[in-house]
């Protein structure tokens, strides 16, 4: 069973879904058993190696469904490469899986110019999500974000030159094409994200530093890192399973900032995503992250963003064409949410949960979803799944399309409509 479950990751698709095929008959046969849980939970923002992730969409899956979620959802950064494999994993093992795609836009010439809005790096520049992509319509989409990834790796070989400036005269030599495009599935339509270019690097210093107090201390003493107690334990301990990917939070937290580039031409502008979603029948979706105290995942510092400014970003978002705001239960306080959640009830926003799940240090199961105030999650998680049958078969019967709008006196029913189309399909190629 455990060479099944490595070969999850093969570098051979066809590799990755037969070894789900054959896990699943194991299950069949009651010799792999589910998670025991005590309730329906939902998550439609996975990440895969795609973007990146510990997980092909084939293993997102399986952990997925032998975590006993519900329903899951495929959300790579600037990357629908790996959407049809993951259907075709929920197919297999007969789990609800829902589709989407995130990426960055430019708000230059909105009320949200030079603003911080979502982004820890870089102002006047949003997160955004396309969520519940018609099947027929992955080609358009792949096209429309095929040179958007052409100008990011461009940006990615700046940042390593300013990388090798830093820690040059440590030994330490990042090269884009050896070191960073092989942890990628740039090969297959995959993203670069700034993520691989710390991932390379990380390798690169566990290989120099060894696993320890040693590279703790390099991180503190000579590249000017600030690591917060919790992790600088993790990283001072030599038998940590985890290490790669804690010491790529670190780095993700307090390092970028040295070496970063800012975004421009890779970041479509804001009116070209909505129009992408409306031509597509996509859900057009404002991640929320909101104020950052202390960050659940480490790869995040104490920071402001957009919970000053609420009454400005629903009005503009909403005049922009967004649908949907997407939150993390886990990753917030509960006041925070019950102000978006507010928010999103007067400006009729359709609510997605998304919990970012792109290290094997955090669960498939948000347990936050056990709130009743997230009750509406579960059902919006089955709209989603509704509404790409729908659309996927006939644009015209796309959620929150012109004949939709017609249809449906407020969100609940449209909600309620597309909720009872998922729930009756769990496999819907």
């Not at 993951?86 to 197919?91: K, L, S, V, Y």
């Not at 579960?378 to 659309?391: N, P, Q, R, V």
């Amino acid at each position: 069973m455990k060479d099944l479950i490595e070969q999850l990751n093969d570098y051979d698709k066809n590799k990755r879904l037969s070894a789900v095929k054959r896990l699943y008959r194991l299950y069949e046969d009651g010799i792999i058993q589910k998670q025991p849980v005590d309730f329906e939970y939902v998550n439609n923002h996975i990440h895969t190696t795609y973007s990146f992730s510990p997980y092909s969409p084939s293993k997102a899956v399986w952990m997925a469904f032998i975590s006993s979620l519900s329903t899951v959802g495929i959300m790579d950064h600037d990357s629908v490469g790996g959407v049809n494999e993951f259907i075709e994993a929920g197919n297999i093992v007969n789990i609800a899986t829902t589709v989407g795609m995130e990426l960055r836009v430019d708000m230059s010439g909105t009320r949200l110019e030079g603003k911080r809005i979502n982004n820890p790096d870089q102002e006047g520049i949003a997160y955004v999500a396309m969520h519940g992509i018609p099947h027929g319509q992955l080609e358009k989409v792949s096209r429309f974000i095929k040179p958007y990834q052409h100008e990011r790796g461009n940006r990615n070989k700046l940042m390593v030159k300013n990388i090798n400036a830093l820690v040059g005269d440590y030994g330490i030599n990042l090269d884009y094409e050896k070191d960073v495009l092989p942890v990628s599935m740039f090969y297959d339509g995959g993203s670069v994200t700034e993520r691989h270019v710390l991932y390379a690097l990380s390798k690169k210093l566990m290989s120099r530093f060894g696993m320890g107090k040693n590279l703790a201390d390099f991180l503190k003493d000579c590249l000017r890192i600030q690591i917060i107690p919790g992790l600088e334990q993790l990283l001072s301990d030599d038998k940590n399973p985890y290490y790669d990917y804690d010491l790529l939070g670190v780095l993700k937290s307090d390092f970028v900032e040295k070496f970063y580039v800012p975004a421009d031409k890779e970041c479509p502008h804001v009116t070209e995503f909505i129009r992408l979603c409306e031509e597509t029948g996509s859900i057009a979706s404002y991640a929320y992250l909101g104020d950052v105290d202390v960050s659940v995942t480490g790869d995040k510092k104490k920071q402001k963003y957009e919970d000053d400014y609420l009454d400005l970003l629903f009005e503009e978002i909403t005049r922009l064409g967004f649908r949907a705001i997407t939150y993390a239960p886990s990753r917030n306080t509960k006041e925070q949410l019950l102000r978006i959640k507010e928010y999103c009830g007067k400006y009729s926003l359709f609510q997605i949960s998304g919990e970012d799940i792109n290290t094997p240090r955090q669960e498939f199961i948000c347990k936050a979803l056990k709130d009743d105030m997230f009750e509406n999650l579960k059902d919006a998680a089955w709209a989603l799944i509704g509404h790409e049958k729908a659309a996927s078969s006939d644009l015209d019967k796309a959620m929150f399309s012109p004949a939709s709008d017609a249809k449906f006196v407020d969100l609940n029913d449209r909600i309620g409509y597309y909720k009872s189309i998922g729930k009756n399909a769990l496999s819907y190629m």
